[in-house]
């Protein structure tokens, strides 16, 4: 299949699914709409998208430019779907150099590659939690009250229960080009019932306001890709984050 044809398919699944969509190559700064999935059967977290509920998600935006909305490097996509016991999401990241050599517990991934997910289930801007996994399937997990508050990186004693699971498509830490790496997690709706304004599981129509993003270490420096570009130099924008509509099947 072309890649001329190929968007195409994939702009019409996006569509039917209730996704905004640009031609390839467009800038793209609106908040985006995602319709998830209501999962059957929850995904087997082995980093491997052959899962009947991930046949069935569509396939976001390519992630843009966090600045400018432009199109972005390395090329991601990700795929959300839910149940009554979590929020999947996977993310299939594009990426030649891969690097992420941190462990321990609450290891600054943000510094190397990783994916990166920020909820604000209410849409308020307060008692919103940030996630990341790495390739090397390293966590960290925080919440905040506010934006970026309390400093320096929110209540990092939060344990968000999160499950994950990463297959890398070369090597990590090593000298050869690697060419990406697939990350699957899922958060139990547990997670988001601490702080000041708890959150319960959704039900079928609601929607929470969600944002994902990609960093990625570079040989010479880092950049950062997301779904809904926050525009500023701060991922930290929850009225930037993205709108994720949980479907009833």
Do not use: K
Request: charged content about 25%.
């Amino acid at each position: 299949m072309s890649r001329a044809l190929a968007a195409i398919v994939a702009c019409s699944a996006l569509y039917a699914a209730g996704c905004t969509c640009q031609a390839p190559g467009e800038t793209r700064t609106e908040i985006p709409v995602y319709h998830a999935v209501r999962a059957s059967a929850p995904p087997t977290l082995d980093g491997v998208l052959d899962d009947p509920v991930w046949q069935r998600a569509a396939v976001t935006e390519p992630f843009v430019r966090t600045m400018t909305g432009e199109p972005g490097d390395p090329h991601t996509t990700a795929r959300v779907a839910w149940d009554d016991d979590a929020i999947y999401v996977a993310f299939e990241v594009a990426d030649e150099y891969l690097r992420s050599d941190l462990s321990g517990h609450d290891p600054h991934l943000w510094e190397q590659d990783t994916v990166e997910i920020m909820a604000d289930p209410d849409g308020d801007g307060r008692n919103y939690f940030e996630l990341q996994l790495s390739p090397t399937e390293q966590v960290f997990d925080t919440r905040y009250d506010s934006r970026r508050q309390p400093q320096p990186f929110g209540h990092v004693d939060w344990d968000s229960g999160l499950r994950g699971a990463t297959t890398v498509n070369g090597r990590v830490n090593d000298d050869e080009d690697d060419e990406g790496y697939v990350a699957e997690l899922a958060i139990p709706w547990s997670a988001f019932q601490h702080g000041p304004t708890p959150a319960d599981r959704p039900s079928a129509g609601d929607e929470w306001r969600v944002a994902l993003y990609v960093l990625d270490v570079r040989a010479n420096g880092q950049a950062g890709v997301g779904w809904s570009p926050p525009l500023v130099g701060d991922f930290h924008v929850p009225d930037r984050f993205g709108r994720i509509i949980f479907d009833a099947n």
